[in-house]
């Protein structure tokens, strides 16, 4: 077995978890946690949670699970090349997305204004919360019981936190997170694997739906020149096919930069140990300049071309009005929650029943969302049948 860098979080070194625990014979701690994200309940309800394109609206558009899985794949691989830790890496992109509610972004805007008054809501504190309080396998706590750079690594993937969400300020007073320095380099990888992942598989899943097409790719320059070095290597190759080498080629071109730069970054910098990456000014993991600006410009075509496409904007108008009507009706009628919910309820605090009522709801895939929604008002408002 190839020995780590001096900069990888070890989990020998690990600072444990909150409530004591018998160590698995099995798996080490870093795996432990990874299977106990596998096989919670938040990560099964990934499946039909949007990604961008609503569930329904096509078998092979990605889903938060599905994105979920090809993130974990690229930091895997990135955290090998790096010899640092893989299954940290692993487990931090497996869990990034657990906090987020049905229908994408535009959901967890919604139910941010629906709690205004409450703390607001927050996919990032929502996911520290899910780990920590509302998963429930466990007899003797609740949350998953997580080793502490695994939660660290979750709720700093994108840096430090110097205006933290109060919902992760609360938190941090028990689990100690070192909320102003930035993580270790497994999460700096696993959080620029999600960007690889998303940019790439949005071209993809926006070229499925019809949003955009060949000659729209190539009005980026960088792209244009991989693209015709596809058509030159693959005569009469069909439009599709173009897109998904174009994709494979650009996800691999990503993959080396990102490894490329952040050894040159790790060599001027030399760390000798994971507290020189926390306590470093500027993180350590990157792409270069000229991938950063690609990234950017990708980034800006997705924008104005796929996720502000009128068909998206159609179903964020839909999701907006279920979960504003789920908010208002379940907090205006407690009775209306699932048992178990309604005796987390204390009446006389208008803000706990807020919460409760939000956990709820994010809890809720598109699919769930929209039927209970046609339960509670005896419509459909998605309009289409067999959902």
């Known amino acids: 077995m190839t020995k780590k860098s001096l900069y990888a979080t070890s989990f020998k070194s690990s600072k444990g978890r909150f409530h004591l625990e018998k160590e698995s014979i099995n798996r080490n701690p870093f795996q432990r946690d990874r299977d ?23 078998d092979y558009y990605r889903t938060r699970l599905t994105h979920s899985l090809e993130v974990s794949q690229i930091a895997r691989t990135i955290a090998r090349r790096l010899n640092i830790d893989e299954d940290l890496s692993e487990v931090l ?3 990034h997305d ?16 629906c709690m205004k008054g409450y703390d607001g809501f927050d996919h990032n ?13 466990y007899p003797s706590f609740d949350g998953l019981n997580l080793t502490w750079e695994t939660l660290e690594g979750i709720v ?5 936190l110097t205006n933290p969400h109060p919902v992760i300020s609360d938190l941090n007073n028990l689990y100690n997170l070192d909320l102003n320095s930035f993580p270790s380099l497994e999460a700096q990888i696993a959080s620029l694997s999600d960007d690889i992942a998303y940019n790439n598989h949005d071209i993809d899943d926006g070229f499925r739906a019809g949003f955009i097409n060949l000659s729209d790719l190539k009005s980026i320059e960088f792209l244009s020149d991989i693209i015709d070095q596809i058509s030159i290597e693959y005569k009469d190759i069909e439009d599709h096919m173009i897109v998904k080498e174009l994709i494979r080629r650009l996800i691999g071109l990503m993959v080396d930069d990102l490894i490329k730069q952040t050894k040159i970054n790790i060599e001027e910098y030399r760390p000798k140990k994971v507290e ?9 993991a990157s792409f270069s300049k000229f991938f950063i600006n690609q990234d950017r410009i990708i980034r800006n075509f997705l924008k104005t071309r796929v996720y502000e496409h009128a068909s998206i904007e159609a179903e964020r108008v839909k999701s907006k009005k279920i979960i504003e009507g789920l908010f208002d009706k379940l907090i205006n009628n407690i009775d209306l929650l ?28 598109d699919r769930s969302a929209v039927e209970n929604h046609s339960k ?7 309009e289409r049948p067999g959902y």
């Open 36 to 58: 106990r994200v596998i096989h919670s309940d938040s990560f099964r309800l990934l499946k039909h949670k949007t990604q961008v394109f609503v569930a329904h609206t096509g």
């Open 338 to 365: 699932p048992r178990k919910l309604r005796e987390k309820c204390d009446t006389s605090k208008s803000e706990n029943s807020a919460r409760v009522v939000c956990d709820y709801i994010a809890s809720m895939t």
């Open 93 to 95: 992109a497996l869990a």
């Open 98 to 113: 657990l906090g987020h509610p049905p229908f994408a972004h535009s959901g967890e805007d919604v139910l941010n204004n």
């Open 276 to 284: 020189d990456i926390r306590l470093r000014s500027i993180s350590t």
């Open 156 to 160: 700093k993937h994108n840096g430090p």
């Open 125 to 137: 504190a929502q996911t520290l919360r899910i780990l920590t309080t509302i998963e429930q396998r």
């Open 376 to 382: 509670l008002y005896g419509k459909d408002i998605m």
